[in-house]
């Protein structure tokens, strides 16, 4: 999965919003200690915006048959906090651009949000729901499975064809 999003990085930012832009940094790595599989970014009126995403495989259960998170989510959470401890006593040098010795990470914050995906939603227990929204929401990281990434790149998909299909004579009459 590594090397598809990376050949294929808007399908990272597509739900992002970034008026003025957006970025996919392939693991940077964090120091000698730590290497994210990806960081990802947009810009606003408001400045950058950056989130730190772990992938796991699709394969992977999220939760283990007793519902309690399997070892693959809990991996995925422990490597987000771990960066952003690495970012509490780094940030100078994540921000600063790569010219003078950074990241390039202008603007990144120890607080960053986190991104998970991991498995398919078939193999999700519908019960444990509202218990991953909670996790999600306590520890500021989007928990996903890969189908919310194939449906947001097909949404996306529609809405250009959409917006192109009005573009081209389309328009309602008055």
């Known amino acids: 999965m590594q090397g598809f999003l990376e050949r294929n990085p808007r399908l990272l930012v597509q739900h992002l919003g970034g008026g003025h832009g957006r970025w996919v940094v392939a693991q940077p790595r964090l120091g000698s200690q730590y290497v994210p599989d990806f960081v990802i970014g947009d810009e606003d009126s408001t400045g950058r915006h950056w989130m730190a995403v772990e992938l796991e495989g699709p394969q992977r259960p999220m939760f283990s048959r007793s519902g309690d998170p399997s070892r693959f989510l809990w991996h995925a959470i422990r490597q987000i906090i771990d960066w952003r401890v690495w970012l509490e006593s780094n940030r100078d040098y994540a921000a600063r651009l790569p010219g003078d010795n950074g990241l390039g990470?202008?603007?990144?914050?120890?607080?960053?949000?986190?991104?998970?995906?991991?498995?398919r939603r078939r193999l999700l227990d519908e019960r444990r729901k509202a218990f991953r929204r909670g996790l999600a929401r306590q520890l500021n990281i989007e928990i996903h499975t890969y189908d919310w990434l194939i449906e947001r790149a097909e949404a996306r998909v529609a809405s250009l064809e959409a917006t192109k299909r009005a573009g081209n004579g389309d328009e309602c009459e008055e």
């Open 105 to 119: 990470l202008e603007g990144i914050s120890p607080s960053l949000p986190g991104l998970i995906v991991l498995g």
